[in-house]
């Protein structure tokens, strides 16, 4: 089979404008609570795109960690890739895609740190290799296999079982100004219905064309 041969027909759902909720976060907390029900894989699982000092687009797949009216939040390492494109050009999307529901959510808008009490906050809770592997993992830049688990067990070793959250390590927040539902439709037609943040606590709400 030629690989422009693969297609799906999309035909679980519709999205109406008379079924829209008021706001995108009620929207979507909808849509997310269906996705956890119809036990997706991942559910949390979305694509965070950026761009580099030099225009350079780059995506990556990151875990929601939180959302609520102030944006959607998410981890990683403040020196990695992610995090310094983020931090100089601080313009972002998010795309989740739930193939099992045949939606994708796109959410567009500014990023910013969060408060480092809320980092501490998020970081306790993780299991303990995960904190560990916060500090071992020097992350985006060169090195060997085994230099990292030697890295694992010098700092395993070193920090105990109540590792303080690392200075470099912490959560962004997306404050979303555009907020994209799609639900997948025969024949292509599919619905696109669009929030976009008129001003700082009112959207206003269009269907795009397929």
């Avoid at 990292?148 to 690392?166: D, I, K, V, W």
Wanted: hydrophobic letters at 40%; charged letters at 30%.
């Amino acid at each position: 089979m030629s690989v422009a041969d693969i297609r799906q027909q999309y035909r679980k759902g519709v999205l109406l404008e008379e079924s829209l909720a008021a706001t995108p976060l009620a929207q979507f907390t909808k849509w997310f609570d269906e996705a956890l029900a119809a036990q997706i894989v991942e559910p949390t699982a979305m694509t965070l795109a950026c761009v580099g000092p030099d225009g350079r687009p780059s995506a990556r797949i990151v875990l929601l960690k939180g959302f609520d009216e102030r944006g959607f939040v998410f981890f990683t390492n403040y020196e990695s890739r992610k995090g310094a494109e983020l931090t100089a050009h601080p313009d972002a999307s998010l795309l989740f895609f739930w193939p099992e529901l045949e939606r994708q959510v796109r959410i567009e808008g500014k990023v910013a740190k969060i408060a480092a009490s809320e980092s501490d906050a998020y970081f306790d809770s993780r299991p303990l290799g995960s904190r560990i592997g916060a500090w071992a993992s020097p992350q985006s830049r060169p090195i060997t296999r085994e230099r990292l688990e030697q890295r694992t067990r010098e700092f395993t070793a070193s920090l105990g079982e109540h590792p303080a959250r690392p200075p470099h390590w912490g959560g962004f927040r997306l404050r979303p100004d555009y907020v994209e539902f799609w639900q997948g439709r025969p024949s292509r037609l599919h619905d696109r219905l669009v929030f976009r943040r008129a001003e700082p606590d009112h959207w206003e709400s269009v269907r795009l064309a397929p």
